[in-house]
């Protein structure tokens, strides 16, 4: 499968989205005063976790 050569000039709609998203989060951690975490994701609640649940078992 052949990848489309982009148009010189043109900014595309996911260019734009990107570059938004991009810019908000940045004013976002400006704003934010003192220290903030950016590389770490914020874990789903669906995830399983072995220390979570020993936690749970003990305090019960």
Known sequence: MKK??????KISIEDYI???K????EIQLEQS???KR???IHPSKKTYNRKADKNNYLNE
């Open 33 to 35: 005063a003192g220290w």
């Open 4 to 9: 489309k050569k982009k148009q010189v000039g």
């Open 38 to 40: 950016i590389t770490s």
């Open 18 to 20: 990107k570059a938004v």
């Open 22 to 25: 991009k810019a908000d989060r």
